[in-house]
């Protein structure tokens, strides 16, 4: 099939990674002229294990990115991946989505399917995009088809995810819509759901708002052990095996981060709101996850005292690991407080340290675990890379060997963690 994708985002691009690794003719329109270049080189502009062997394998072949939207003319499904950030309110921004419409209107053939990827509330598709790209194409709703088909790719495992999904979830209210589609994931073996759009879109919030609860929940737990003196990870393990529940994301440490989690919570907690329901269970999971980060800096405090002129190490920049993505990581207001007390970081992430430098431009950024550790007087694990996994004896060049966990990954002893 030909297909386009509009934006060249972290969606976008697995997206037409994988679906060109299935056999269609990918082409993908962003803005970012850099971004663009970048991946016409066969190389990926961000970090994502797997992917840019796929962009070598198949650009030039069967994907090809531009910044142009003529091209989607003869494309039989265009996939609208652009981002959906919040605004200060909690709402999310449709600017993107509303400016890939009314291009896509102004190239868009008949009978073509127009496909919702980004994460959007319930109406967005009906209210708003079909609206608009009719308005701009000047064709009748009859002449487009619409759908939304929402993606649940974890970063640093999003080939994985695609190639291998729990679900697909296919929401459109036209048979045609609903067989193209399909089409589009031929080669791939997971249940299907199909649905009406509205519910395909709130099935994506709805899954992000319980997986962050768990993630909330966990650490509330976690944080009551801690004072109990009991091991919070033997009590979720005995939780997980039970099969009502399951043992994914009941991991208590430093909390949630990333594009989606916070992101979607706060626009489904106003979307309720606006419907005059108080959201009280989705605003304490947001409470939760926004103290948990502090707790950190309080269990540093009580080993060091005052912060001020100590050096800190802080191990890991980025939300989680196999990622450089920093979007709203638990370490931004764990740095923001450590530089409000006054110490001195001496940072360190396998990946993430250029995208930390344009928040944080002024902490010093070292090269290996072993510089940022030199002469610390206490050291933050934040994000659960396999390296920090295996560190013991490095921690002997720390000045103070005080060391607080994020993510429960150190095995050696003399370590305290947040939630155990």
């Given at each position: ?66 910044t142009e939207f003529d091209s989607i003319s003869s494309s039989d499904i265009i996939l609208i991946c652009v981002g959906t950030p919040s605004k200060s309110d909690g709402s999310i921004d449709l600017s993107y989505i509303k ?306 966990e994020g993510r429960k990954i150190v095995s050696c002893k003399g370590v305290d963690g947040i939630c155990w």
């Amino acid at each position: 099939m030909e297909v386009s994708i509009i934006g060249g985002g972290y969606a976008g691009l697995v997206t037409g990674a994988c679906l060109a690794n299935l056999g269609h003719r990918i082409i993908i329109i962003d803005k970012n002229t850099e971004k663009v270049q970048i991946t016409n080189n066969k190389q990926s502009p961000i970090y994502e294990p797997g992917l840019e062997n796929l962009l070598q394998q198949h650009v030039g072949i069967k994907l090809h990115a531009t910044t142009e939207f003529d091209s989607i003319s003869s494309s039989d499904i265009i996939l609208i991946c652009v981002g959906t950030p919040s605004k200060s309110d909690g709402s999310i921004d449709l600017s993107y989505i509303k400016s890939a419409c009314l291009s896509i209107g102004s190239t868009v053939k008949n009978n073509c399917c127009i496909v919702i990827k980004s994460t959007v509330l319930p109406g967005t598709t009906e209210k708003i995009v079909r609206p608009l790209i009719c308005m701009a194409s000047g064709k009748s709703e009859k002449e487009i088809n619409f759908a939304a088909n929402p993606e649940f790719l974890q970063e640093g495992r999003a080939i994985e995810d695609f190639m291998y999904p729990d679900r697909i979830i296919i929401g459109t209210n036209n048979l045609y819509t609903r067989k193209q589609i399909t089409k589009l994931y031929r080669g791939i073996y997971a249940p299907i759901l199909y649905t009406s759009i509205p519910i395909a879109e709130m099935i994506k919030y709805t899954s992000n708002a319980f997986l962050a609860t768990k993630i909330s929940f966990s650490n509330e737990i976690g944080n009551i052990c801690k004072h109990l003196n009991i091991n919070t990870y033997e009590v979720m393990k005995g939780v997980g095996l039970d099969q009502r529940i399951g043992s994914q994301f009941l991991n208590s440490g430093v909390g949630f981060g990333g594009s989606c989690f916070k992101k979607d919570l706060s626009a489904l907690i106003l979307l309720a709101q606006r419907s005059k329901e108080d959201p009280i269970l989705l605003q304490s999971v947001l409470d939760i996850n926004t103290c948990q980060p502090h707790r950190m800096i309080t269990s540093l405090e009580n080993k060091l005292g005052n912060l001020s002129g100590k050096r800190i190490a802080v191990l890991g920049l980025a939300f989680k690991n196999k990622t450089d993505d920093i979007r709203d990581s638990q370490t931004i207001p764990v740095i923001n407080e450590l530089l409000q007390k006054g110490a001195c970081i001496s940072a360190y992430d396998p990946m993430a340290i250029k995208n930390m430098q344009q928040v944080f431009p002024d902490i010093n950024y070292c090269h290996n675990v072993i510089d940022a550790l030199t002469n610390a007087d206490g050291c933050l694990i934040m994000t659960e890379w396999e390296e920090f996994s295996q560190l013991n004896t490095e921690f002997n060049v720390m000045k103070n060997k005080v060391i607080i966990e994020g993510r429960k990954i150190v095995s050696c002893k003399g370590v305290d963690g947040i939630c155990w």
